[in-house]
């Protein structure tokens, strides 16, 4: 079965302070995504990555960032966390030739 | 118009009904179609995949596509409060790298 995890389930944080969200998936995966859910928005694409060290903006980029080591790991940064970050985060992996897998999610609360 | 629409509902029903949930779409480009099924405070777990035109059983659950109306749907038979959850459509084009597309998700409760 193919394993998404997420570093945290929830996560508190304050205004300004520098977050750190990893997702870390074993199906030797290419394709990596990071999303937020929030009510009635649905799902948004942050960024997602096709393989190690690239990465391409998703819908809603501003006031993230990504990085991409190793091809099982995919960070989201937000440089500084701010209230309207609060919301639910969603990494998920593909291959090209599969389908899409999530993680858990980690809820962030940004006071 | 949005690529993919999908009613919010809520939707609820008795245990042991039929239920339909659907979505439509715009993009006539979109091969694949996937029906993910999201807990609350869990993340979307994959229910069903299928390519391109055509159903797909599963147990209590079919997938239908119907590409020329731009239409797909879940039925789940036999409905159980266990079933009560959000129920996330997507689709893709045909490259295989290409970013899904999602429907905003419709909240189901089956009441027992």
């Known amino acids: 079965d193919v394993k998404v995890t997420q570093s945290s389930r929830y996560l508190v944080k304050r205004t300004g302070e520098k977050v750190f969200l990893e997702c870390v998936q074993d199906m030797d995966h290419e394709n990596m995504f990071w999303y937020r859910q929030d009510p009635g928005l649905g799902l948004r694409l942050i960024y997602f990555?096709?393989?190690?060290?690239?990465?391409e903006k998703g819908d809603i980029p501003e006031g993230y960032s990504v990085s991409r080591e190793k091809k099982e790991r995919f960070s989201l940064i937000l440089e500084s966390a701010s209230t309207n970050q609060t919301s639910m985060y969603l990494c998920a992996s593909r291959s090209p030739a599969d389908t899409q897998y999530f993680g858990p999610g980690t809820r962030l609360t940004v006071l | 118009q949005k690529e993919v629409e999908q009613d919010p509902g809520p939707l609820s029903v008795p245990e042991g009904a039929i239920v339909s949930l659907n979505c439509t779409y715009s993009n006539s480009a979109f091969q694949y179609f996937m029906w993910y099924r999201q807990y609350s405070r869990k993340g979307p777990e994959l229910l069903m995949y299928?390519?391109?035109?055509g159903n797909k059983e599963d147990g209590r659950f079919t997938a239908q596509v119907d590409k020329s109306s731009k239409y797909i749907s879940l039925f789940i038979r036999d409905s159980q409060p266990s079933d009560s959850a959000t129920y996330l459509c997507?689709?893709?084009?045909?490259?295989?790298?290409?970013?899904?597309?999602f429907g905003k998700g419709t909240k189901l409760t089956v009441n027992p």
């Open positions: 299928t390519y391109s035109s």
């Open positions: 990555s096709y393989d190690v060290k690239m990465k």
């Open positions: 997507a689709m893709s084009g045909q490259g295989g790298s290409e970013k899904l597309v």
